[in-house]
C-alpha cells in the first residue's frame, strides 16, 4: 500500500500558541486528504476534506478558523491548530485515498497534541 | 451519520471465533474495516463495495449486505495479535474516500 508520513508524531504546547502538523504522502500524489482527530477511547471524527488548490472542506462543527488546512502541493497537506486550548489535546490522523473503486485509505502514523 | 457498530466488546481466547457487526441508516457505496492498537493509525483489513466486489488481506473475510445495509467481520481462529479496537467506515456514493467511522468493537484475545 502507499505510504504517508505525518510530523511531528508528538507534540506539546502551551495554551495560546499554534501548532502545525504535516501529513506527507511519500509514494503518490494526493489531490485530495483527509483529517481525522480522535479522542481518547473514541472513534475517528472527519474534520475536513484538504483539497490541492482550493480551500479545504470542513465538517459541520469543525471551526475553520481554528484549524487551519493548507494543502501546499500534491505531496503535503498541513494542519494547523491556532490558539490551542487543554481541550483541543486529541490524535490528528491524517490520510490519502487510493484508486477508485476502492477509495482504500492510506492513513499517516497519526500526532498525538497534547495543550498545557 | 456514524454508522452502528456490535458488539461493543469481545473477549475471546485463542482460536476461537469471533463477528463483528456494522449497520448504517443509509444507502452505501463502500463499507471499510480496520484495525487500530492503541496510540497507532488504523491498520488497513476489508474493503467491500456496492456490488460484491472486495478487497483485504487473505486471512480476513467479511460480507456485505446492500439490502439491509449491514456489514460483518469474520474473525477466525483468533490469535493474540488480533487484539484491538475494530471500526467500520462507511462511504455514500463516490465521496472519495471520505469515510464515517463506528464507534469501535474492542477485541481482546487471551492465550
Known amino acids: ?116 | 451519520q456514524q454508522p452502528v457498530q456490535s458488539p461493543q466488546a469481545v473477549i475471546l481466547r485463542e482460536g476461537e471465533d469471533a463477528v463483528i457487526n456494522c449497520s448504517s441508516s443509509k444507502a452505501l457505496y463502500s463499507v471499510h474495516w480496520y484495525r487500530q492498537k492503541h496510540g497507532e493509525a488504523p491498520v488497513f483489513l476489508m474493503i467491500l463495495l456496492k456490488g460484491g466486489e472486495q478487497k483485504g488481506h487473505e486471512k480476513i473475510s467479511a460480507s456485505f449486505n446492500e439490502k439491509k445495509q449491514q456489514s460483518s467481520l469474520y474473525l477466525t481462529a483468533s490469535q493474540l495479535s488480533y487484539s484491538g479496537t475494530y471500526f467500520c467506515g462507511t462511504a455514500i456514493g463516490t465521496s472519495y474516500g471520505k469515510l464515517t467511522f463506528g464507534q469501535g468493537t474492542i477485541l481482546t484475545v487471551h492465550p
Open chain 1, 1 to 116: 500500500g502507499a505510504v504517508v508520513s505525518q510530523h511531528p508524531s508528538r507534540v506539546i504546547c502551551k495554551s495560546g500558541t499554534s501548532v502545525k502538523i504535516e501529513c506527507r504522502s511519500l509514494d503518490f500524489q494526493a489531490t485530495t486528504m483527509f483529517w481525522y482527530r480522535q479522542f481518547p477511547k473514541q472513534s475517528l471524527m472527519l474534520m475536513a476534506t484538504s483539497n490541492e488548490g482550493s480551500k479545504a472542506t470542513y465538517e459541520q462543527g469543525v471551526e475553520k478558523d481554528k484549524f487551519l488546512i493548507n494543502h501546499a502541493s500534491l505531496t503535503l497537506s498541513t494542519l494547523t491548530v491556532t490558539s490551542a486550548h487543554p481541550e483541543d489535546s486529541s490524535f490528528y490522523i491524517c490520510s490519502g485515498p487510493g484508486e477508485l473503486p476502492w477509495n482504500e485509505q492510506f492513513f499517516g502514523p497519526g500526532t498525538r497534541l497534547t495543550v498545557l
